[in-house]
Nanobody
């Protein structure tokens, strides 16, 4: 069974830091890309950052210089270190894993989401 599980959300004051992690089950034995998305109330889900299997990263302009994405391929895990958090970072953060359980085609797997709330 494929599972993608996020952890690490919570409440933090503006200017503070939080770290998120996301673990994908071993049944996804080939991973192409892992990333973080977020969705605030009334807004569409948007890309925050992602990282490829060879370590190339991509960030939304709004988080560049504040957030850092990293991955541990041996553990099928991706991390998001969030620093200098702003009120507008408040959202549900979702992990997405583009991987394969068969080696024949890619599938996007999503986690259940974790709430990040930044207070003033």
């Amino acid at each position: 069974q494929v599972q993608v599980v996020e952890s690490g959300g919570g409440l933090v004051q503006a200017g503070g830091s939080l770290s998120l992690s996301c673990a994908a089950s071993r049944s996804i034995f080939t991973i192409n890309r892992m990333g973080w998305y977020r969705q605030a109330p009334g807004n569409q889900r948007e890309l925050v950052a992602d990282i490829t299997s060879d370590g190339k990263t991509n960030y939304a302009d709004s988080v560049k210089g504040r957030f850092t994405i990293s991955r541990d391929s041996a553990k099928n895990t991706v991390y998001l270190q969030m620093n200098s958090l702003k009120l507008e970072d408040t959202a549900v953060y979702y992990c997405k894993v583009r991987g394969s359980t068969t080696g024949r085609f890619w599938t996007d797997y999503w986690g259940q989401g974790t709430q990040v709330t930044v207070s003033s």
